[in-house]
């Protein structure tokens, strides 16, 4: 990636965190920053739309994808195939966007290796038990699927050293503020502003 590309900006942590919440509020107070739509097999939820919250896909077409090598990343988690199309992600990079990815971990780890300069974020829930709870209200997952969602958060919660980040989702707008100031900071690092060794503070 050129340095006067724009930003990879990962964040994942477990179903129930609220990583959702974030992302939206994050987009609407920063309008310039791109979501990249994922790809995935699972059922569309009551007001999930498509091509906005995802492609929704069958298995069938899925694999096609991954056949010709069209998803930048891809995992199967909770049974269901998610994957991130590469053409609208390398694109927006290419022309000086951000791009933000909600993707769980295994995808995250793929990334991380093809694009080391990547934000890498972790939102964790206050507690367990907070996170339970905003899974069982969400009240769109069967018991048996609420129950296999929070083992894997349980084991995903090991994870969270792999990345650059940690905002505890608490408070949305605590933790909002938390995730404007990495991305502003990030746009801040040297290795990111190579007009400054030209003399070009603009
Ligand atoms: P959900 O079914 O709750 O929408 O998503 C389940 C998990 O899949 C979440 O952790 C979400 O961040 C992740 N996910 C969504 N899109 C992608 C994707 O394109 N790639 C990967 N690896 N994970 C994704």
């Given amino acids: ?15 129930g965190a609220g990583k959702g919440t974030l992302c939206q509020e994050l ?8 979501y990249s739509v994922s790809s ?7 007001g999930e739309v498509e091509g906005i919250h995802y492609y929704f896909r069958q298995r069938q077409e899925f694999e096609v994808m991954l056949a ?10 909770c049974d269901h195939y998610y994957g991130t199309p590469r053409f609208a992600v390398e694109q927006a990079i290419k022309d000086g966007m951000d791009v933000i990815l909600e993707i769980e971990i295994q995808g995250a780890l793929q990334i991380k290796k093809r694009f080391p300069q990547g934000v890498f974020t ?20 069967s018991e ?10 349980i084991r995903e919660l090991e ?6 980040y940690v905002v505890i989702n608490d408070e949305v707008p605590l933790a909002v503020d938390k995730l404007k100031s990495i991305l502003v900071a990030e746009k ?3 290795k990111r502003k190579p007009f400054v060794f030209k003399g070009e503070y603009k």
């Avoid at 990636?1 to 179903?15: D, K």
């Avoid at 987009?27 to 791109?34: A, G, H, V």
């Avoid at 048996?144 to 894997?152: C, F, G, N, P, S």
């Avoid at 994870?159 to 650059?164: A, G, M, R, S």
Wanted: hydrophobic residues 35%.
């Fill in 1 to 15: 990636m050129e340095n006067n590309h724009g930003l990879l900006i990962v964040i994942s942590g477990p179903s």
């Fill in 40 to 46: 995935t097999t699972r059922c569309p939820r009551p």
């Fill in 159 to 164: 994870y969270v050293t792999e990345y650059d």
């Fill in 122 to 141: 972790f939102i964790v829930p206050p507690s367990l038990d907070v996170l339970s709870e905003r899974i069982h209200k969400r009240g769109t997952e």
């Fill in 27 to 34: 987009l609407r107070q920063m309008p310039d920053l791109r």
């Fill in 68 to 77: 010709r090598d069209e998803m930048l990343e891809w995992a199967e988690f």
């Fill in 144 to 153: 048996e699927v609420i129950q296999k969602r929070l083992a894997t958060a």
């Fill in 188 to 190: 801040c690092r040297v």
